[in-house]
């Protein structure tokens, strides 16, 4: 049983930046894979990055690659997005989720409620 929850979603201009951060109670965070994915209105949730339960292995979207970093800490039970040189077509709802590896996050066991994230022109 894992309870996730998202903060740190905002406006910000583009170009800006906004560091989003994922809770997650249990006592066996870190055997789990951990990703973000988003949704803009009218639009299908669409995978944004993710992290294996190590912190080691990275992956992302090609749409954020360059710009976004995804980290944990697990002595605190916390996910990371850190978004940098944001775009109008980042504007979504952001949502964090974990699962047992990497490669089942698309329909991973858990996720939190999302948080907004709105990149103005």
């Known amino acids: 049983q894992v309870q996730l929850v998202e903060s740190g979603g905002g406006l910000v201009q583009a170009g800006g930046s906004l560091r989003l951060s994922c809770a997650a109670s249990?006592?066996?965070?870190?055997?789990?894979?951990m990703g973000w994915f988003r949704q803009a209105p009218g639009k299908e949730r669409e995978f944004v990055a993710a992290i294996d339960w190590s912190g080691a292995n990275t992956y992302y979207a090609d749409s954020v690659k360059g710009r976004f970093t995804i980290s944990r800490d697990n002595a605190k039970n916390t996910l990371y997005l850190q978004m940098g040189t944001l775009k109008p077509d980042d504007t979504a709802v952001y949502y964090c989720a974990a699962d047992d590896v990497v490669a089942g996050l698309d329909e991973a066991e858990y996720w939190g409620r999302g948080t907004q994230v709105t990149v103005s022109s």
């Open positions: 249990g006592r066996t965070f870190s055997n789990y894979a």
